[in-house]
């Protein structure tokens, strides 16, 4: 079994401030890791995911992520946050060992950047 | 462009009067998964399926039910709808498990 833990439920920032959304999972074997964005009455968006390679993942609008293995950690960070990332973030993770396994998601965290 | 579309986008229906969602996908992807999200929380899996194969999650009320009648299309039955059925309903799909899934809009339900 495995679990993901989103340790800030909101996170409060001002625009153009860095900001770092926390991750931690638990499993005991390898995983992929993803983070979605949700936006107001919206599904999930896929932001970025590491599946194998470069621990450092990047997404097109600035965000990164860096799987850290020996702390089980996937820690969403963005250097200058905009209004428009006002929004949820869920980090979710998957066993890609088990041909049956499913996503399991974080309980969010609601970033919310003020002017 | 290819993408998963659910419809409605909003849905309003009495307590205990049956209700439908439909999601429909051009991804061609094998799993089609359906969840429901309340305010604040984390999407909770209901059940999935792997190209014709059903799998209900252990704690999925049997209120809720599902069909796929082909590849593209996935249908979410809720039989009689309680106050607590409440919430948004997502789809997604991805090519295979582990995967990274693609969601669509989502339906909010609301149950009067």
């Known amino acids: 079994a495995q679990s993901v833990t989103q340790l800030d439920s909101q996170v409060p920032v001002f625009e153009e401030a860095p900001v770092e959304l926390r991750c931690n999972y638990s499993s005991s074997v390898s995983v992929y890791l993803f983070w979605y964005v949700q936006y107001p009455n919206q599904g999930l968006q896929l932001l970025l995911k590491?599946?194998?390679?470069?621990?450092l993942v990047e997404s097109i609008n600035g965000f990164e992520a860096e799987f850290n293995k020996s702390q089980t950690s996937f820690h969403l960070r963005k250097p200058s946050v905009h209004i428009s990332d006002t929004a949820e973030y869920f980090c979710?993770?998957?066993?890609?060992?088990?041909?049956?396994?499913?996503?399991?998601f974080g309980g969010g965290t609601r970033l919310m950047v003020k002017p | 462009d290819a993408m998963v579309i659910q419809n409605p986008r909003y849905q309003v229906t009495q307590f205990g009067k049956p209700v439908t969602l439909s999601c429909s996908q051009t991804l061609n992807h094998n799993v089609m998964y359906w969840y429901q999200q309340k305010s604040s929380q984390a999407p909770k899996l209901l059940f999935h399926y792997y190209d014709k194969d059903f799998n209900n999650e252990a704690d999925t009320p049997d209120n809720f039910q599902s069909r796929r009648p082909n590849t593209s299309f996935c249908f979410l039955d809720i039989r009689s709808p309680g106050l607590g059925d409440a919430a948004m309903y997502l789809c997604?799909?991805?090519?295979?498990?582990?995967?990274?899934?693609?969601f669509g809009p989502g339906t909010r339900l609301t149950v009067t």
């Open positions: 979710a993770v998957s066993d890609h060992n088990n041909a049956g396994n499913m996503l399991t």
């Open positions: 997604a799909t991805s090519i295979d498990f582990g995967n990274e899934q693609y």
């Open positions: 590491y599946l194998s390679g470069s621990t």
